[in-house]
């Protein structure tokens, strides 16, 4: 295969390695940046340059003689190596471990979890071991995690806090940074995992995954492949979500032969850390042309179940997109709404599919998490255009109810109006038609009477006149009285079927906004 056969080029120490770990650790002493050699074919699968570079990861130019054809050497920042917890990366570095969430707590959290006084000292002790570890005075390091364990003098340490023994773990075994033969020592190093994993099982069991892994990196350097694989296969079933445990487990079956078996976890481990492209530097995979394949297989299917995944996705982008877009409730359509909000999925969906173009592993993932995450802006723009619907709907409930109201007591005071009208015209007519009435027949009485008799029958025709023009009066009241009742009742009756008509009109509203909010 050409395998570059420098260790400063090597993702990790090989059971296969022409040197020992101790020599690996030495030659990746000096790194400020980590660097590996990947082969070709199989990252052209996982990712481009491009895709590599937005990760902070860069195709760097050959840099040996040892770098032959047909490989890359790839170079990584460490302060990035944190961003994933489960890179193969960071194993080599002990500062980039020890920043794990639990492991990291501050000091002031560490005193609370203490149970007494009396423990508190070794809690200081352990903060005072990842402060020196971090300045990288592993010695004096390893002598401070071990009084907070076993204790000191008349101070008593904690031997069940899984933090302990991680660090513990993390100084035995070395690092790019920790190299003093006084200080690795892999036997050690599986001990204080193996504690670790063991305090931590029944709360933590993410880092008990993690001790568990590093349990079996310590013994897989020891050549201890089966016990290793023991300890992995324990770490996955733990934290079975770690992409990392997953690739570890690969390369030690496709160690010891079991070829199928590596082919599954690199395909599980890729699915769960679609970003390690340091399996394609995997140095037992590319022993020979037969492990070889098999990695490339297992790869490539990974690739095809991305591809799946982002072809499902744009699916149910698209569709999603043109039910927006074909939105309309009544008149109102979406595009008139949030338009905004669909210029913007049109971009993520154009992202999206340029994202694609590239074929790779890595660019069908990253096609499919833009479209994913526009979930919640197709959900904003599905609230805003609902929300818009509503309170035009609810406008126009608020109107019909005011007009409504204004209606009737306009119809009311109309009828009260012209009631009281006729009334004042009709007793009007009829006083001016007694004074009319009274007037002739007394002047008649008068001039036909005389004096004496005139005035007497002046007197007479003035009352039977006025009492005919009273019950005149009367009558008409009545009538009068009984046209407003009947008035009033046709006014309540016409009143009642307009409020009829607006609640109708109110209740198919209602039923508008409902439907659309059910939707």
């Known amino acids: 295969m050409g395998f570059p056969n420098e260790a400063r080029l090597l993702i990790d120490w090989s059971g296969n390695s022409k040197f020992t770990y101790h020599e690996f650790l030495q030659a990746k002493e000096f790194e400020r940046s980590y660097r590996y050699a990947v082969d070709d074919q199989t990252k052209s699968l996982i990712a481009s340059n491009e895709e590599l570079a937005a990760r902070g990861i860069s195709a760097m130019s050959q840099l040996s003689d040892s770098v032959s054809s047909g490989f890359t050497v790839l170079s990584q920042d460490i302060q990035t190596l944190g961003d994933s917890l489960n890179s193969s990366l960071a194993w080599g570095f002990s500062g980039v471990l020890l920043g794990l969430s639990e492991i990291n707590k501050g000091i002031a959290e560490l005193i609370a979890i203490a149970k007494s006084p009396t423990t508190t000292w070794a809690y200081e002790q352990f903060e005072l071991a ?190 999603r997109l043109k039910s927006l877009k074909e939105t309309a409730y009544y008149g109102l359509r979406a595009t008139d709404v949030v338009s905004d909000g669909v210029r913007e999925l049109e971009r993520i969906r154009e992202d999206a599919a340029a994202a694609a173009l590239s074929e790779t592993l890595l660019g069908y993932f990253d096609s499919a998490q833009r479209v994913k995450k526009a979930a919640p802006l197709f959900a904003a723009s599905d609230s805003k255009y609902r929300t818009r619907f509503s309170a035009m709907r609810r406008g126009e409930i608020d109107r019909l109810r005011a007009n409504c109201e204004a209606e009737s007591r306009q119809s009311q005071a109309s009828v009260e109006r012209g009631i009281g009208l006729s009334q004042t015209i009709t007793f009007s007519i009829i006083a001016l038609l007694g004074i009319a009435a ?82």
């Not at 009485?445 to 029958?457: I, K, N, P």
């Open 438 to 519: 009274v007037w002739a027949a007394t002047s008649e009485s008068y001039h036909s009477g005389g004096l004496f008799g005139g005035a007497f029958m002046f007197f007479i025709s003035g009352i039977l006149t006025g009492g005919i023009c009273i019950g005149v009066a009367l009558a008409a009241k009545a009538i009068l009285f009984g046209g407003a009742a009947l008035a009033r009742s046709t006014q309540k009756t016409t009143a009642l079927e307009a409020r009829k008509r607006y609640e109708a009109q109110i209740a198919e509203l209602e039923r508008q906004v409902r439907e659309v909010a059910a939707s």
């Open 130 to 319: 990842r402060d020196e570890a971090r300045r990288e005075l592993f010695p004096e390091a390893l002598q401070s995690v071990r009084h907070a364990i076993d204790g000191h003098g008349d101070h008593l340490g904690v031997r069940s806090d899984f933090r302990f023994h991680f660090l513990h773990g993390v100084i035995r075994s070395g690092g790019y940074d920790n190299t003093e033969p006084a200080v690795v020592d892999m036997g050690e190093a599986e001990a204080a995992f193996v504690l670790a994993a063991r305090y931590s099982k029944h709360d933590h069991e993410r880092e008990c995954g993690l001790a568990l892994l590093g349990a079996a990196k310590s013994v897989y350097r020891q050549s201890n492949n089966e016990k290793a694989i023991q300890y992995c296969a324990q770490s996955v079933t733990v934290s079975p979500r770690d992409g990392e445990a997953h690739f570890f487990l690969a390369r030690l079956h496709c160690a010891t032969g079991r070829l199928d078996d590596a082919g599954k976890e690199v395909f599980a481990a890729l699915r769960l850390q679609p970003d390690l492209v340091a399996v394609a530097g995997a140095p037992e995979f590319l022993q020979d042309e037969k492990r070889h394949a098999v990695l490339q297989a297992a790869v490539e299917r990974a690739r095809q179940a991305f591809k799946a995944d982002q072809a499902t996705e744009m699916q149910t982008f698209d569709s």
